[in-house]
């Protein structure tokens, strides 16, 4: 066996065993944190921070963010959640979006808010596809695009995102980035407005005034269904659903 094939060999075995005490020390801050002791969760995610392990980056960086175990400190939580961000840590990349789109910790920039939040769009996250789409319709940090933003809001819509639900609604009212269709636009407030949407309540009525009686027939035909598609399932037994 060559020196080269042994060495290999030797480095695997470490990998192995420092991966459970990787875990097993992650865990135990875990449990510090959720224990109230912060002082000790904070030494340990430091430790497992700075070799590397995303989770504690992100853990670090939430109690810089939080004030726990050590004063609130924007401009550190911004630096670890980008370490963990960058190493495909969801949680971080959350964060790290509203941070830019706040200007928390850093100055505000839309298009660094605009740039994380797609990465988490296009891994499916419906919080991120309907922020990225307000970006798009209001044109901060990127191009105003109201088709992109539709497509978005839709998206995030059909996931059971009540904003984003709304918003849809509201653009095939106004015929922004879709054709405009008074029919669609009153389904989609209406499917908004069962999750408790008061905007789109208030909204969907003025919707209702455009449509004649065959068009509010198939509007509310529709509505049902898409309360059944894009409500029901997101929210538990059909009866969790405002009744109309």
């Excluded at 695997?12 to 459970?20: G, I, R, W």
């Excluded at 004030?67 to 990349?93: P, S």
């Excluded at 989609?188 to 005034?209: K, P």
């Amino acid at each position: 066996m060559n020196q080269m094939f042994c060495s290999h060999w030797i480095l695997l075995a470490v990998l192995l065993l420092l991966a459970p005490l990787a875990q097993a020390g992650f865990d135990e801050a875990v449990e510090a944190a959720n224990a109230g002791d912060f002082d000790k969760a904070f030494k340990e995610f430091s430790v497992l921070a700075e070799q590397g392990d995303e989770r504690a980056q992100q853990s670090l960086g939430w109690m810089y963010y939080e004030g726990q175990g050590r004063d609130v400190d924007y401009t550190q939580a911004l630096y670890w959640y980008r370490k963990a961000a960058e190493q495909d840590n969801i949680t971080a990349q959350i964060n790290l979006a509203q941070m830019y789109a706040y200007g928390q910790g850093v100055v505000q920039d839309f298009s660094q808010a605009a740039h994380w939040w797609r990465k988490l769009a296009e891994q499916g996250d419906t919080r991120s596809q309907a922020a990225l789409g307000g970006l798009y319709y209001q044109g901060q940090g990127v191009k105003q695009d109201y088709v992109e933003a539709a497509k978005l809001w839709r998206l995030a819509a059909e996931q059971g995102h009540v904003e984003a639900q709304m918003n849809l609604g509201l653009m095939y009212g106004k015929g922004q980035g879709v054709e405009q269709d008074d029919v669609r636009a009153y389904a989609w407030l209406t499917v908004a407005t069962t999750q408790g949407n008061e905007v789109a309540d208030s909204s969907r009525e003025f919707a209702l005034m455009q449509l004649d009686e065959t068009q509010r027939e198939q509007a509310e035909a529709l509505a049902k269904e898409l309360v059944r598609k894009y409500v029901e399932p997101f929210t538990g037994p059909a009866g969790d659903a405002k009744s109309l």
